[in-house]
């Protein structure tokens, strides 16, 4: 079988290590990269795609292979959402996830202004509105480190989320076709005084991640119709909130995960060469259109966003 990956970084640990499997067991890899364009190597296309990239051209690439039939794993549309943290959390709120509330402004001086009138109340996380390298991501306590950020990000689309203080580290959980993989990791909006967990240990598996917690990341899969992501959850014993939700990411350290990733391709690229890839996996994997129904019968593609003000009592960090 032909697997396709596409991305500008082959060399990436986990899609190395998931080439390395699939070689070994005698199929073919080759890497697609979104910086060449779009008259790629398309004729003929691989079995299935692996839809690593996030950039405009990497989601253009995906596209134009999903028109001709090809299946991707995560379909563009699905990583597209993703990429917009206010559509991200309305879709997720109005499907029953817990996710931070959010508040969208066109630039951080619209926030100053909400706050200098009272109608937002500190301390915030403020972040840039479309995910992507190097994007603001802020922890905000008072308004002239608000005033700080409307002077360095003038343009900048953002969303805001009402901040609590936690341990300072965050629930990484990584979901594979269904399976669970999990870490703690420190926050990037954690101060000095979180450079370790409470219980002095950072160790974080399956073992001790709670059912609750467990379903929520499996509930979002359902949610934006994606075999392949990650779900970050403030650490801590109370109950989950979930402050960022990921397209593919890089899962990296985590036993089993390319073996995962291998077997999920395959069944994939079976399933589009048998004209059933829309249930390859046992739940409805990748291709587009891609309406994936939980127990209520509620697919991502049927669920209306609502809007998602921002509040108090909520935490985003």
Known sequence: MRIGLITSDPDHPVLAATAALLTAGGHHVEALDPAAGPD????????????????????????????????????AAATE????????????RRAGLPFAPTRAAADPAELLGAVEAGELLLPLVVKSRHSRRHDLVARVDDTARLRALAEEWPDEPVVAQPYLPSTGWDQKLWVVAGQLFCARRRSELAGPEHTELPDGSDGFGPAELS???????????????????GVDLLDGPGEPVVVDVNAFPGIRGQAGAPEALAALALRVGAAGRSGTAGTAAGVAVSGVPRPRADATGTGAAAVTPAPADAGPGTAAG
Do not use: I
């Open 211 to 229: 059912a609750e917690r467990a379903a929520v990341a499996l509930r979002a899969g359902e949610v934006f119709g994606l075999d392949v992501y």
């Open 40 to 75: 790629g190597p398309f004729d003929p296309p691989a079995d299935v795609y692996l839809l690593k990239a996030h950039t405009p051209a990497g989601l253009a690439l995906a596209r134009g292979l999903e028109e001709r039939g090809v299946p991707v794993v995560n379909p």
């Open 81 to 92: 959402l993703c990429q917009d943290r206010l559509a991200m959390a309305e879709l997720a």
